[in-house]
């Protein structure tokens, strides 16, 4: 079984910052990709920033410039510093791997999701 358990989110202010954090546990072997996406109502789920299995990272172009990822590979946990956020942000966030397990599947895993509030 494999876990990625999300913390971080709540309510912030448009311009404020917030820090998500996601760590993945159980029967992992190596993980390949990592990263965050975003659903906001009514819209469909995006990509907001990953780690690729090359190492590179990508953002969303709505983000680059104020959202960070980044990683603790020691941990199996990935981070989500987000800066100067707008009511746009708004969204549930939802933590996802891609990786290998102890039997040597290959599976993708999502998060329960956490809710991203911007407004004043």
């Known amino acids: 079984q494999v876990q990625l358990v999300e913390s971080g989110g709540g309510l912030v202010q448009p311009g404020g910052s917030l820090r998500l954090s996601c760590a993945a546990s159980?029967?992992?072997?190596?993980?390949?990709?990592m990263g965050w996406y975003r659903q906001a109502p009514g819209k469909e789920r995006e990509l907001v920033a990953v780690?690729?299995?090359?190492?590179?990272?990508n953002y969303a172009g709505s983000v680059k410039g104020r959202f960070t990822i980044s990683r603790d590979n020691a941990k199996n946990t990935v981070y989500l510093q987000m800066n100067s956020l707008k009511p746009e942000d708004t969204a549930v966030y939802y933590c996802?791997?891609?990786?290998?397990?102890?039997?040597?599947?290959?599976?993708?895993?999502w998060g329960q999701g956490t809710q991203v509030t911007v407004s004043s």
């Open positions: 159980g029967t992992i072997s190596s993980i390949n990709a």
């Open positions: 780690f690729t299995s090359g190492g590179n990272t």
């Open positions: 996802n791997a891609d990786l290998y397990t102890l039997t040597y599947l290959r599976r993708n895993y």
